[in-house]
């Protein structure tokens, strides 16, 4: 069982970065697998970025490729999500979510809260 807990988010100009941060309440996501998933309003959850236990990051699809990036704090309890040079079509919920070996089609069993991303002027 994770309970998985979202930091960050929020409204930001054109061009601009935020970071994501995901963490399990009482224990470390060292070992885990996690991916990084969003939805914008109506459209279905779209995976996006993942990260391996190894560190090997897997980017799904060309929509956030060379501007997004993921990775893990120094202890590795947390997992982040950097998200640079956004527009307003990045403008969505972003989720956290357990995916073991990043395959793109598995649906994670445990979710984050969501975090509301605005991109506007």
């Known amino acids: 069982q994770l309970d998985l807990v979202q930091s960050g988010g929020g409204l930001v100009q054109p061009g601009g970065s935020l970071r994501l941060s995901c963490a399990a309440s009482?224990?470390?996501?060292?070992?885990?697998?996690m991916g990084w998933f969003r939805q914008a309003p109506g459209k279905g959850r779209e995976p996006l970025i993942c990260i391996k236990s190894n560190g090997a990051i897997i980017n799904f699809g060309d929509s956030v490729k060379g501007r997004f990036t993921v990775g893990r704090d120094k202890g590795k309890t947390t997992v982040f999500l950097q998200m640079n040079n956004l527009t307003p079509a990045d403008t969505a919920v972003y989720y956290c979510g357990d995916q073991p070996a990043c395959y793109m089609d598995y649906v994670p069993v445990f979710w984050g809260q969501g975090s509301q991303v605005t991109v506007s002027s």
């Open positions: 009482g224990e470390s996501l060292e070992h885990y697998a």
